[in-house]
């Protein structure tokens, strides 16, 4: 079984999202998905979340592609790509943060995962940062 895995903070959980999630889906037979912690998302991104990380877990789950919805390790970012063991990692199209090492690290753990990046969905309509704003 091939398993697929895609990170973020679905803060909050849009179309843009449901969108990524069936794009990612289409990779593999099952999807992990690793929702950003509360206190990584003050660290990165500069603003409290809008919803507590396990409402937003909750609401993952909720969606039909997706077969697992787990938080992320508040310390080392990358050990749950250890845990899992994905096949394939799919980025968003507009996804920075812990992607430029990600390659190196998945060589440390000797993991050949394959590293798709997804397309936008309407960005223009569906990007967290201008519903926040709306």
Same mark, same amino acid.
């Given at each position: 079984?091939?398993?697929?895995?895609?990170?973020?903070?679905?803060?909050?959980?849009?179309?843009?999202?449901?969108?990524?999630?069936?794009?990612?889906?289409?990779?593999?037979? $099952?999807? &992990?998905?690793?929702?950003? #912690?509360?206190?990584? /998302?003050? *660290?990165?991104?500069?603003?409290?979340?809008?919803?507590?990380?396990?409402?937003?877990?909750?609401?993952?789950?909720?969606?039909?592609?997706?077969?697992?919805?787990?938080?992320?390790?508040?310390?080392?970012? $990358?050990? &749950?790509?250890?845990?899992? #063991?994905?096949?394939? /990692?799919? *980025?968003?199209?507009?996804?920075?943060?812990?992607?430029?090492?990600?390659?190196?690290?998945?060589?440390?753990?000797?993991?050949?995962?394959?590293?798709?990046?997804?397309?936008?969905?309407?960005?223009?309509?569906?990007?967290?940062?201008?519903?926040?704003?709306?």
């Amino acid at each position: 079984m091939k398993k697929v895995m895609v990170f973020g903070s679905f803060d909050p959980l849009h179309k843009g999202h449901r969108n990524l999630f069936q794009q990612a889906k289409k990779q593999g037979e $099952y999807l &992990i998905v690793v929702v950003a #912690r509360d206190e990584t /998302i003050r *660290l990165l991104k500069k603003h409290e979340p809008s919803q507590p990380e396990e409402v937003r877990r909750k609401r993952v789950e909720e969606v039909a592609e997706v077969d697992s919805a787990v938080l992320g390790n508040p310390g080392d970012k $990358y050990a &749950i790509i250890q845990q899992h #063991r994905p096949d394939i /990692i799919c *980025l968003g199209y507009d996804q920075s943060f812990f992607v430029e090492n990600l390659q190196k690290q998945l060589d440390k753990f000797q993991l050949p995962v394959k590293i798709v990046r997804l397309l936008p969905h309407h960005p223009d309509r569906f990007k967290s940062s201008k519903l926040r704003k709306e």
